[in-house]
């Protein structure tokens, strides 16, 4: 190859033997030996490159193809199994021009190898040794992808080395090896879709592939039996599936004969096996059949369909199966290419699949053709055209509704729903079928027991599809509401099912008009309403229900995007206001007239036109009229929500709801003009109920009495509705409604009132923002307002409040936040620490808002961080909250911020000294998010500081800091080395850090153990080690605006060590331990390893080195030696020289004369103790779990079960003395021999108030507190009828 093509693809390669090279050194046999046999051969590639300095740069994937076809020239039947590895890696890579030029060398090769590997494979066959099945897929691969590369020209592929590779490819369909089959027709497809990619029509290879095929299929081959010859068929059914529909129709037909042979029975090639992989065949070729094949694979399988009765059985029902998806396939193809060959034999298709839908077993395959063959527009074109055929189909399909077939009709129903939806509008094809659906469903409700559960649902499903696709007016010519045509305007009682469709599926449909509801709808509303004034009370109450289901059509038929709003909503003016007074159908009216504005209003979207002008004219007409109707029943709603009857049918306040929600969407469409005169008609109302309810208070907030009630009522409903309005009012109206706002927002004796009033405030910054700063008059009005509104807001109107200042200041200007900011910093602030959640927020938001306005997130944190010399811990700690919020949220996009931070926090540092919970809690969160905004090297100086403070609350254990200050220190740990922060603490200190080292080390292991991450991560004295995964939270320091409680709980999963961690907070603080601990059940251990060179020296204060020579091994809880066998040393092994490490670290010396001393002692303690009577203190079990150290020989006790368990902690309960023994009874019993009367206490101890020791104490007080299940219950009953009762 030439140097130009080298350098051609240098640039552009990347290296394909990436995953084998991973594998070097492994002990992997197979990948090892690629990677030697790779490495040999870059050698040789770097050696033949010309010049000086010609081995610089990996080889290329040119000289790589080289390099192995070089190498299977001259090596045996090994190292020639490795080259073919590597060459079909390489392949991909390779440039098509060089293998298409020296193709003719390259398959020679490969095929001459082939030759040998047969050979050799034969002769291995004969002694009965493997073959070779690795290397012959691996050649079948490599030819494949040599081929490939060639054009799909006629010339290429009669040329005798091409003729020769694609015969060894084919050749190995019949093999008796799987794999080797797998792997001829996976090459093989892909060789077929290389040229069939190269819009090659009458390519030379699929040719002679499908030439190939047939023949095998016709049983051509010489000196084959009928047996040899099925197996061979049976071996290319796999292929011919996948590759079929990459056939040209010249080489189809050939092999659809032979299939449909296969298929025939009575041949010896007629198996149920091959016949059913036949079936599947055909089905994938389909698609890719002439007319004069489709029709010839339609007729011969009509002329043997199957039946339920035969289809009966697993291996006939999976055959009847591939039938009908074939003859399905088949059918649905001839409706597109041949009308005339469809029309022959569509009706005998369709009977068939009705037929075989009686068996449950192909029910849904039969139905599932059924909606490929008629539910298409090529069908229903067919059926509109052809009467005769059309009766024979809807015959058919109609025979699905007899009695037989109802146990299929899970899957017979939604088949006829989408020959519903395929028919469109074409009546005469639906009708037969609906009239017959309807019967079924009559027959369903006088027996439902007749067919299975749910199939009446069924029905009216489909029956829904057909409402979908003709619209409410066909559907009801067809089946009248009345039962028949005689004209009746009542609903007749088969047919009220229809209702529940229709309200379903006419908002579906798109042939909708409102007038069918005027004409055919309303008049059977109005009928059934006016027969219920003068009948008995119980047919009453049906037609007042039939009433009600009527009107319940309309929202659907308005949103439908009905074509008519222009024309018919007039006419439903006078109807509409009358069905409004109706306590019942006011919720039908509202839904149905805020649908109609909905749809209107997205339909101005999408569409401009005339149409939408007039529906948008008629539905200003209707609000001028409906509007004040609406707008009077609101006000009786309110006023009469206070009384007796409206509480108790509990519809006041829904109806008020209703109605305030079309109202307002109402006045979208509405005139402007009327709107605002409706509104000055509103504000009468609302200062008149204000007026009249301070008469009635007289301004004292004492009990308003029930006239106050309903005129708090009153005000706050037409607040409500005046929400509503807001956004459509004009600048005359807003500037009405401020002047009406403005006083009430002092009222500070009703709250519910004034919170409205400030979300009216609210919604005219939001919607007219020029009517508050146009004026700077008025600008400044409304800051004094809400400023001076502080002392008269009511707590529950904070939020609403502190949003409509977030609207102020998100529209102010740099110079006007920088005079009005600072005047409400400290409230904002204060307003951080509140106890209602949303206003914690709304009070942050507002802080942010201010800080966008001000010329510099610098400036405004000068501003917050003057609340830090506040008089009241309360203010100081609002402050540090509020300058870690702005932190976090400016810090990331703000240099300059973060270059304040340090100096900021050196300040912040100055509250640790101070003795008040919330400060210090504050100033912690704050440190937390400062070390994950700043470098290190910016807080290095400050570092003694901070450690200084932190180290001063963490021996606190009432004020519960532990959890957040070691996180912090991991923190340091990890920015400035264990080292660095060590040698800053002082003795008493130093535990906390070797216990963080220890988490470290520990947290190392498990990750390497796991192999997780790599043997670097066991270092523990840098900034690497595996700490950065307990720091992930650092920027989710607040939760509602503080910094979350439950640190806790995730120390608890990190290292489920909490009483370890508790020792070495003691220490840190004290001074003092009790001694070191070990955990009673004492899982691991760590040795030091005797394997070492000799003379070599540890530094045992050098963590990396150190836990190179640690061995870690697990001990069994129960006596005996370790599992880890010869791989370590045992739990015994102490005495023989070995090291034993401790949880802190240290080396444990033990002293055998002390260890057996010691044993015995404790078994002499533990032997007092087990006389102790079963309500004694549970502090000795402390003292019996906790083993020394130096104790380590003695055998661990034993290990007891869960129920055990459960029944000493049943016993410890506190009263447990007292309880009786009789089975049944509860309470408490007075027994001989007591001093005391029967009582349950627990000593009061704060340690159990924290979450590590939740589930203890409440398992603790399950013996005092009952359950509270049915139960407990009834002993707690039983327990008081005893003479002893717990306290």
Request: glycine share 8%; proline share 5%; charged share 20%.
């Given at each position: 190859?030439?140097?130009?093509?080298?350098?051609?693809?240098?640039?552009?390669?990347?290296?394909?033997?990436?995953?084998?090279?991973?594998?070097?050194?492994?002990?992997?046999?197979?990948?090892?030996?690629?990677?030697?046999?790779?490495s040999?051969?870059?050698?040789?590639?770097?050696?033949?490159?010309?010049?000086?300095?010609?081995?610089?740069?990996?080889?290329?994937?040119?000289?790589?193809?080289?390099?192995?076809m070089?190498?299977?020239?001259?090596?045996?039947l090994?190292?020639?199994?490795?080259?073919?590895?590597?060459?079909?890696?390489?392949?991909?890579s390779?440039?098509?021009?060089?293998?298409?030029?020296?193709?003719?060398?390259?398959?020679?090769?490969?095929?001459?190898i082939?030759?040998?590997?047969?050979?050799?494979?034969?002769?291995?066959?004969?002694?009965?040794?493997?073959?070779?099945?690795?290397?012959?897929?691996?050649?079948?691969?490599?030819?494949?992808?040599?081929?490939?590369?060639?054009?799909?020209?006629?010339?290429?592929?009669?040329?005798?080395?091409?003729l020769?590779?694609l015969?060894?490819?084919?050749?190995?369909?019949?093999?008796?090896?799987?794999?080797?089959?797998?792997?001829?027709?996976?090459?093989v497809?892909?060789?077929?879709?290389?040229?069939?990619?190269?819009?090659?029509?009458?390519?030379?290879?699929?040719?002679r592939?499908?030439?190939?095929?047939?023949?095998?299929?016709?049983?051509?081959?010489s000196?084959?039996?009928?047996?040899?010859?099925?197996?061979?068929?049976?071996?290319l059914?796999?292929f011919?599936?996948?590759?079929?529909?990459?056939?040209?129709?010249?080489?189809?037909?050939?092999?659809?004969?032979?299939?449909?042979?296969?298929c025939s029975?009575?041949?010896?090639?007629?198996?149920?096996?091959?016949?059913?992989?036949?079936?599947?065949?055909?089905?994938?070729?389909?698609?890719?059949?002439?007319?004069?094949?489709?029709?010839?694979?339609?007729?011969?399988?009509?002329?043997?369909?199957?039946?339920?009765?035969?289809?009966?059985?697993?291996?006939?029902?999976?055959?009847?199966?591939?039938?009908?998806?074939l003859?399905?396939?088949?059918?649905?193809?001839?409706?597109?290419?041949?009308?005339?060959?469809?029309?022959?034999?569509?009706?005998?298709?369709?009977?068939?699949?009705?037929?075989?839908?009686?068996?449950?077993g192909?029910?849904?395959?039969?139905?599932?053709?059924?909606?490929?063959?008629?539910?298409?527009?090529?069908?229903?074109?067919?059926?509109?055209?052809?009467d005769?055929?059309?009766a024979?189909?809807?015959?058919?399909?109609?025979?699905?509704?007899?009695?037989?077939?109802?146990?299929?009709?899970?899957?017979?129903?939604?088949?006829?729903g989408?020959?519903?939806?395929?028919?469109?509008?074409?009546?005469?094809?639906v009708?037969?079928?609906?009239?017959?659906?309807?019967?079924?469903?009559?027959?369903?409700?006088?027996?439902?027991?007749?067919?299975?559960?749910?199939?009446?649902?069924?029905?009216?499903?489909?029956?829904?599809?057909?409402?979908?696709?003709?619209?409410?007016?066909?559907?009801?010519?067809?089946?009248?509401?009345?039962?028949?045509?005689?004209?009746?305007?009542?609903?007749?009682?088969?047919?009220?099912?229809?209702?529940?469709?229709?309200?379903?599926?006419?908002?579906?449909?798109?042939?909708?008009?409102?007038?069918?509801?005027?004409?055919?709808?309303?008049?059977l509303?109005?009928?059934?309403?006016?027969?219920?004034?003068?009948?008995?009370?119980?047919?009453?109450?049906?037609?007042?229900?039939?009433t009600?289901?009527?009107?319940?059509?309309?929202?659907?038929?308005?949103?439908?995007h009905?074509?008519?709003v222009?024309?018919?909503?007039?006419?439903?003016?006078?109807?509409?206001?009358?069905?409004?007074?109706?306590?019942?159908?006011?919720?039908?009216?509202c839904?149905?007239?805020?649908?109609?504005?909905?749809?209107?209003?997205?339909?101005?979207?999408?569409?401009d036109?005339?149409?939408?002008?007039?529906?948008?004219?008629a539905?200003?007409?209707?609000?001028?009229?409906?509007?004040?109707?609406?707008?009077?029943?609101?006000?009786a709603?309110?006023a009469?929500?206070?009384?007796?009857?409206?509480?108790?049918?509990?519809?006041?306040?829904?109806?008020?709801?209703?109605?305030?929600?079309?109202?307002?969407?109402?006045?979208?469409?509405?005139?402007?003009?009327?709107?605002?005169?409706?509104?000055?008609?509103?504000?009468?109302?609302?200062?008149?109920?204000?007026?009249?309810?301070?008469?009635?208070?007289?301004?004292?907030?004492?009990?308003?009495?029930?006239?106050?009630?309903q005129?708090?009522?009153?005000?706050?409903g037409?607040?409500?509705?005046?929400m509503?309005?807001?956004?459509?009012?004009?600048?005359?109206?807003?500037?009405?409604l401020?002047?009406?706002?403005?006083?009430?927002?002092?009222?500070?004796?009703?709250?519910?009132?004034?919170?409205?009033?400030?979300?009216?405030?609210?919604?005219?910054?939001?919607?007219?923002?020029?009517?508050?700063?146009?004026?700077?008059?008025?600008?400044?009005?409304?800051?004094?307002?809400?400023?001076?509104?502080?002392?008269?807001?009511?707590?529950?109107?904070?939020?609403?409040?502190?949003?409509?200042?977030?609207?102020?200041?998100?529209?102010?200007d740099?110079?006007?936040?920088?005079?009005?900011?600072?005047?409400?910093?400290?409230?904002?602030?204060?307003?951080?620490?509140?106890?209602?959640?949303?206003?914690?927020?709304?009070?942050?938001?507002?802080?942010?808002s201010?800080?966008?306005?001000?010329?510099?997130n610098?400036h405004?944190?000068?501003?917050?961080?003057a609340?830090?010399?506040?008089?009241?811990?309360?203010?100081?700690?609002?402050?540090?909250?509020?300058?870690?919020?702005?932190?976090a949220?400016?810090?990331?996009?703000?240099?300059?911020?973060?270059?304040?931070?340090?100096?900021?926090t050196?300040?912040?540092?100055?509250?640790?000294?101070?003795?008040?919970?919330?400060?210090?809690?504050?100033?912690?969160?704050?440190?937390?998010?400062?070390?994950?905004?700043?470098?290190?090297?910016?807080?290095?100086?400050?570092?003694?500081?901070?450690?200084?403070?932190?180290?001063?609350?963490?021996?606190?254990?009432?004020?519960?800091?532990?959890?957040?200050?070691?996180?912090?220190?991991?923190?340091?740990?990890?920015?400035?080395?264990?080292?660095?922060?060590?040698?800053?603490?002082?003795?008493?200190?130093?535990a906390?850090?070797?216990?963080?080292?220890?988490?470290?080390?520990?947290?190392?292991?498990?990750?390497?153990?796991?192999?997780?991450?790599?043997?670097s991560?066991?270092?523990?004295?840098?900034?690497?080690?595996?700490?950065?995964?307990?720091?992930?939270?650092?920027g989710?320091?607040?939760?509602?605006?503080?910094?979350?409680?439950?640190?806790?709980?995730?120390?608890?999963?990190?290292?489920?060590?909490?009483?370890?961690?508790?020792?070495?907070?003691?220490?840190?603080?004290?001074?003092?331990?009790?001694?070191?601990?070990?955990?009673?059940?004492?899982?691991?251990?760590?040795?030091?390893?005797?394997?070492?060179?000799?003379?070599?020296?540890?530094?045992?204060?050098?963590?990396?080195?150190?836990?190179?020579?640690?061995?870690?091994?697990?001990?069994?809880?129960?006596?005996?030696?370790?599992?880890?066998?010869?791989?370590?040393?045992?739990?015994?092994?102490?005495?023989?020289?070995?090291l034993?490490?401790?949880?802190?670290?240290r080396?444990?010396?033990?002293?055998?004369?002390?260890?057996?001393?010691d044993?015995?002692?404790?078994q002499?303690?533990?032997?007092?103790?087990?006389?102790?009577?079963?309500?004694?203190?549970?502090?000795d079990e402390?003292?019996?779990?906790?083993?020394?150290?130096?104790?380590?020989?003695l055998?661990?006790?034993?290990?007891?079960?869960?129920?055990?368990?459960?029944?000493?902690?049943?016993?410890?309960?506190?009263?447990?003395?007292?309880?009786?023994?009789?089975?049944?009874?509860?309470?408490?019993?007075?027994?001989?021999?007591?001093a005391?009367?029967?009582?349950?206490?627990?000593?009061?101890?704060?340690?159990?108030?924290?979450?590590?020791?939740?589930?203890?104490?409440?398992e603790?007080?399950?013996?005092?507190?009952g359950?509270?299940?049915?139960?407990?219950?009834?002993?707690?009953?039983?327990?008081?009828?005893?003479?002893?009762?717990?306290?």
């Amino acid at each position: 190859f030439g140097e130009k093509q080298k350098m051609a693809v240098t640039a552009s390669f990347t290296d394909p033997f990436a995953d084998i090279r991973k594998h070097a050194g492994s002990s992997h046999p197979q990948k090892g030996r690629l990677c030697i046999v790779l490495s040999a051969v870059e050698e040789v590639i770097l050696e033949r490159r010309p010049g000086e300095g010609a081995d610089d740069g990996p080889p290329t994937a040119l000289e790589y193809f080289s390099g192995l076809m070089a190498a299977l020239e001259g090596g045996d039947l090994d190292s020639i199994g490795d080259a073919l590895a590597l060459l079909v890696v390489i392949l991909p890579s390779t440039p098509p021009a060089p293998v298409r030029a020296k193709f003719k060398h390259v398959a020679q090769l490969l095929l001459t190898i082939g030759k040998a590997l047969g050979a050799e494979d034969r002769r291995a066959e004969e002694q009965g040794e493997g073959t070779r099945t690795a290397t012959l897929r691996h050649l079948l691969e490599a030819i494949s992808m040599s081929a490939s590369h060639l054009d799909a020209s006629a010339a290429t592929w009669a040329a005798p080395v091409a003729l020769q590779s694609l015969d060894f490819l084919l050749r190995h369909f019949s093999d008796r090896r799987a794999k080797i089959r797998r792997a001829a027709h996976q090459q093989v497809l892909s060789l077929v879709q290389a040229h069939r990619g190269k819009n090659a029509v009458s390519s030379s290879l699929i040719a002679r592939v499908g030439d190939a095929c047939a023949k095998t299929l016709s049983n051509e081959v010489s000196g084959t039996s009928e047996a040899t010859a099925t197996t061979r068929a049976l071996h290319l059914m796999p292929f011919l599936r996948e590759a079929a529909p990459l056939f040209l129709q010249a080489q189809v037909e050939p092999i659809v004969s032979r299939l449909l042979a296969a298929c025939s029975s009575g041949t010896a090639q007629g198996s149920a096996l091959l016949a059913l992989q036949a079936f599947e065949v055909l089905t994938s070729m389909a698609p890719s059949m002439s007319a004069q094949a489709l029709n010839g694979v339609a007729t011969h399988l009509l002329a043997s369909r199957p039946t339920p009765t035969t289809a009966a059985g697993a291996p006939a029902e999976k055959e009847a199966v591939s039938w009908i998806n074939l003859l399905s396939a088949v059918t649905a193809r001839l409706e597109i290419v041949d009308v005339a060959a469809a029309a022959a034999i569509l009706a005998h298709a369709v009977a068939s699949f009705a037929s075989l839908a009686e068996a449950p077993g192909l029910a849904p395959t039969a139905a599932a053709a059924l909606v490929s063959v008629v539910a298409n527009e090529a069908c229903v074109a067919l059926l509109t055209a052809k009467d005769e055929l059309r009766a024979s189909v809807l015959g058919s399909l109609a025979s699905l509704l007899e009695y037989r077939f109802l146990t299929s009709a899970a899957s017979t129903m939604p088949a006829l729903g989408a020959f519903f939806l395929a028919a469109k509008q074409s009546t005469p094809l639906v009708t037969a079928l609906l009239v017959g659906l309807a019967g079924l469903h009559d027959a369903l409700d006088a027996a439902p027991s007749a067919a299975p559960h749910g199939t009446a649902a069924l029905v009216e499903a489909a029956v829904g599809n057909a409402i979908v696709t003709l619209g409410p007016k066909a559907f009801l010519d067809i089946m009248p509401l009345s039962g028949d045509s005689s004209g009746s305007h009542l609903v007749a009682p088969t047919r009220a099912w229809l209702l529940s469709a229709l309200r379903t599926n006419v908002k579906l449909s798109q042939a909708v008009e409102l007038a069918h509801f005027r004409d055919a709808i309303l008049p059977l509303a109005l009928a059934y309403s006016d027969t219920a004034s003068g009948v008995p009370a119980a047919e009453a109450r049906t037609c007042r229900a039939r009433t009600a289901q009527l009107w319940s059509l309309l929202p659907s038929y308005c949103a439908s995007h009905p074509t008519d709003v222009a024309l018919t909503l007039p006419s439903l003016e006078s109807p509409l206001s009358k069905a409004a007074k109706d306590a019942e159908l006011l919720p039908t009216v509202c839904h149905a007239l805020r649908t109609l504005v909905e749809t209107h209003q997205q339909t101005s979207k999408d569409v401009d036109g005339g149409d939408v002008e007039g529906s948008g004219v008629a539905l200003a007409s209707m609000a001028r009229k409906i509007m004040p109707l609406l707008f009077k029943l609101l006000t009786a709603t309110v006023a009469a929500t206070e009384t007796a009857s409206a509480s108790a049918s509990g519809g006041g306040v829904q109806q008020q709801q209703w109605v305030m929600e079309t109202l307002g969407l109402l006045s979208r469409v509405a005139p402007p003009p009327f709107v605002n005169t409706l509104f000055k008609t509103l504000m009468q109302k609302l200062l008149q109920a204000t007026l009249e309810l301070g008469t009635v208070s007289g301004g004292g907030g004492a009990d308003l009495g029930a006239s106050g009630k309903q005129q708090t009522q009153v005000a706050v409903g037409m607040c409500d509705l005046a929400m509503t309005l807001v956004p459509v009012l004009d600048t005359a109206s807003v500037a009405l409604l401020y002047t009406a706002v403005k006083p009430m927002l002092n009222m500070d004796d009703n709250a519910q009132f004034q919170k409205r009033c400030y979300r009216i405030l609210d919604l005219v910054c939001e919607h007219h923002p020029s009517f508050a700063l146009d004026s700077e008059e008025r600008l400044t009005e409304l800051l004094s307002l809400l400023t001076g509104s502080l002392l008269t807001c009511h707590v529950s109107s904070r939020q609403m409040r502190l949003r409509c200042l977030d609207r102020l200041v998100s529209c102010f200007d740099p110079p006007t936040a920088e005079a009005a900011v600072p005047s409400l910093v400290g409230e904002v602030i204060l307003c951080t620490k509140d106890a209602n959640a949303k206003c914690r927020d709304a009070a942050f938001d507002l802080l942010v808002s201010m800080s966008k306005r001000m010329p510099s997130n610098t400036h405004f944190m000068r501003i917050v961080s003057a609340a830090l010399a506040a008089h009241t811990p309360h203010m100081r700690s609002a402050a540090v909250l509020a300058l870690a919020r702005l932190i976090a949220v400016f810090a990331p996009t703000d240099p300059e911020l973060c270059e304040t931070v340090p100096e900021l926090t050196s300040t912040i540092l100055l509250l640790l000294r101070e003795q008040a919970r919330e400060v210090v809690k504050a100033v912690l969160c704050f440190l937390r998010l400062a070390l994950a905004v700043c470098a290190p090297d910016k807080l290095e100086p400050i570092l003694p500081d901070m450690i200084d403070g932190v180290m001063k609350w963490a021996g606190e254990t009432k004020n519960r800091f532990k959890a957040t200050i070691k996180l912090i220190m991991k923190k340091l740990c990890r920015l400035f080395t264990f080292e660095t922060v060590s040698a800053l603490l002082p003795e008493a200190d130093q535990a906390l850090i070797a216990y963080l080292q220890r988490m470290a080390l520990r947290s190392s292991r498990k990750r390497l153990n796991g192999q997780v991450s790599s043997t670097s991560a066991a270092s523990a004295g840098g900034a690497g080690t595996d700490m950065d995964s307990d720091d992930d939270d650092d920027g989710d320091v607040f939760e509602d605006g503080e910094d979350r409680e439950d640190d806790e709980k995730e120390e608890e999963e990190e290292d489920n060590d909490d009483e370890e961690e508790d020792q070495v907070f003691r220490m840190g603080r004290s001074g003092s331990s009790s001694g070191r601990q070990q955990s009673s059940g004492g899982d691991t251990e760590l040795f030091m390893k005797d394997h070492g060179e000799a003379g070599e020296v540890v530094d045992l204060l050098d963590s990396e080195r150190f836990m190179k020579h640690v061995q870690v091994v697990h001990k069994p809880r129960q006596g005996g030696k370790a599992a880890s066998g010869d791989n370590g040393p045992t739990a015994g092994d102490d005495e023989d020289g070995d090291l034993v490490i401790g949880k802190d670290g240290r080396l444990v010396i033990s002293d055998p004369s002390l260890v057996a001393s010691d044993a015995r002692s404790k078994q002499k303690k533990r032997g007092r103790d087990d006389d102790d009577d079963e309500g004694g203190d549970d502090d000795d079990e402390g003292v019996r779990g906790g083993a020394s150290s130096s104790s380590s020989a003695l055998p661990p006790p034993k290990r007891e079960n869960k129920q055990q368990r459960k029944k000493q902690m049943q016993q410890k309960r506190a009263g447990a003395e007292f309880r009786s023994n009789k089975k049944g009874t509860g309470g408490d019993v007075q027994k001989a021999g007591q001093a005391y009367e029967p009582y349950a206490y627990i000593p009061l101890d704060g340690k159990i108030l924290g979450s590590k020791k939740k589930h203890a104490a409440m398992e603790q007080y399950s013996g005092v507190i009952g359950s509270g299940n049915a139960k407990g219950s009834k002993g707690k009953e039983k327990g008081h009828q005893k003479k002893g009762k717990r306290r």
